[in-house]
């Protein structure tokens, strides 16, 4: 589920954009989301699922459920260095 691309601007180091679904939104301005990635076992090479709560700036009005997208920035709390770009698609 996680899109992991890399976008760049003149004079600045590439940031990192994820997409994953919103698990809390009981946090002032902050939501968890969860980025799922699939990946390889290192001895059996099963396809297995890996799941990262990460903390992002809630710009976009994102609620619990919502498919958003997340990209790296600088530290904004102490936990939290990800802001929304957009609601990819809302809960039902």
Do not use: F
């Amino acid at each position: 589920m996680s899109d992991e691309t890399t976008t760049t601007a003149p004079g600045r180091a590439a940031r990192k954009t994820r997409t994953g679904v919103v698990v809390s939104d009981k946090m002032d301005k902050t939501v968890t989301v969860l980025l799922t990635r699939r990946m390889a076992h290192p001895k059996y090479g099963k396809q297995i699922t890996r799941t990262t709560k990460v903390k992002a700036r809630n710009d976009h009005d994102a609620r619990a459920g919502d498919t958003v997208r997340i990209m790296e920035t600088r530290p904004i709390a102490k936990t939290v260095c990800w802001r929304t770009i957009a609601v990819v698609e809302r809960a039902r």
